[in-house]
Antibody
Framework: QVQLVQSGAEVKKPGTSVKVACKTF????????VQWVRQAPGQGLEWMGR????????YNPQKFQGRITLTRDTSATTVYMELSSLRSEDTAVYYC??????????WGQGTLVTVSS | DIQMTQSPSSLSASVGDRVAITCRAS??????LNWYQQKPGKAPELLIY???NLQSGVPSRFSGSGSGTDFIFTISSLQPDDFATYYC????????FGGGTRVEI
């Protein structure tokens, strides 16, 4: 069945970068966009952008432009989200999700990224 | 950017109650509106897509309606397992989530 499995929790210092992996299983990798969403502690869901695994094109909302890099490894059926210039406000659980039609039908389990000096 | 206003932000209800949550878009989003349930420490799960379509495997006590800018999510008879936070999401132009509604039993 469709599964998205994310890499483990990270602790990072302010100003550094983090790279989160999302490995996909159970479907044709190139056929579905993968989205990234984050959730700060006790807060709501915030969309960070998406990648088309077929050609690698990406789109990110303006808030994250210049700080986020989405990539994919088609041979490994894995997508990656790298966020740079980390600050304390980036402490959050980061989720990947598959876009099916116009909704997110499968989600990764989440990766906690803690930014602390 | 399209803003999604969800209300109420929290509610308390009893088992068997009918519960309704509203979501309003800042501009028309046709029916590009989805509803998710999130339990503590878990990823969100899709309940309703395209405003009114029940995702496979989701109990029929969950339903959705609306189009354009105003949408309603309903639980017809609240069950103990429904304690969770619910989010609306628009995918008409980019992606935006509502602020969430915490449902306490």
């Amino acid at each position: 069945q469709v599964q998205l499995v994310q890499s483990g929790a990270e602790v990072k210092k302010p100003g550094t970068s983090v790279k989160v992996a999302c490995k996909t299983f159970g479907y044709t990798f190139s056929n579905y966009y993968v989205q990234w969403v984050r959730q700060a502690p006790g807060q709501g869901l915030e969309w960070m952008g998406r990648i088309n695994p077929s050609g690698g094109s990406t789109y990110n909302p303006q808030k994250f432009q210049g700080r986020i890099t989405l990539t994919r490894d088609t041979s490994a059926t894995t997508v990656y989200m790298e966020l740079s210039s980390l600050r304390s406000e980036d402490t959050a659980v980061y989720y990947c999700a598959r876009l099916f039609g116009n909704y997110f039908d499968s989600w990764g389990q989440g990766t906690l990224v803690t930014v602390s000096s | 950017d399209i803003q999604m206003t969800q209300s109420p932000s929290s509610l308390s209800a009893s088992v068997g109650d009918r519960v309704a949550i509203t979501c309003r878009a800042s501009q028309t989003i046709r029916n590009f509106l989805n509803w998710y349930q999130q339990k503590p420490g878990k990823a969100p799960e899709l309940l309703i897509y395209a405003a009114s379509n029940l995702q496979s495997g989701v109990p029929s006590r969950f339903s959705g309606s609306g189009s354009g800018t105003d949408f309603i999510f309903t639980i017809s008879s609240l069950q103990p397992d429904d304690f969770a936070t619910y989010y609306c999401q628009q995918t008409y132009n980019g992606v935006t989530f509502g602020g969430g509604t915490r449902v306490e039993i």
